[in-house]
């Protein structure tokens, strides 16, 4: 088993930034890649970012030029650097860790809500 615990979440005006954080412990040995996803309210969830163990990433258009995913291998955690937030951003941003592309273990969920 795998935890994953967030934080960084809140409310920011449109044009500012937020540094999500997410924390993996357990059976980490299992985890390829790591990511971020959303669920605004009324949509499916949906990909924002992953990272792979070898450093290759993968971004939703949304957000490409915005935000920046990092991994700090030896401290098992991933960062999400979110800039010029827009009100669409607004959602519950979920952690997640497996292989590529096929999340196996969820964080909690942290809120992000842009709105001035």
């Known amino acids: 088993q795998v935890q994953l615990v967030e934080s960084g979440g809140g409310l920011v005006q449109p044009g500012g930034s937020l540094r999500l954080s997410c924390a993996a412990s357990?059976?980490?040995?299992?985890?390829?890649?790591m990511g971020w996803y959303r669920q605004a309210p009324g949509k499916e969830r949906e990909l924002v970012a992953r990272?792979?163990?070898?450093?290759?990433?993968n971004y939703a258009d949304s957000v490409k030029g915005r935000f920046t995913i990092s991994r700090d291998n030896a401290k098992n955690t991933v960062i999400l650097q979110m800039n010029s937030l827009k009100p669409e951003d607004t959602a519950v941003y979920y952690c997640?860790?497996?292989?590529?592309?096929?999340?196996?273990?969820w964080g909690q969920g942290t809120q992000v809500t842009v709105s001035s």
């Open positions: 997640e860790a497996g292989t590529w592309g096929r999340p196996v273990y």
């Open positions: 357990g059976s980490i040995f299992s985890i390829y890649a």
């Open positions: 990272i792979s163990n070898a450093g290759s990433t």
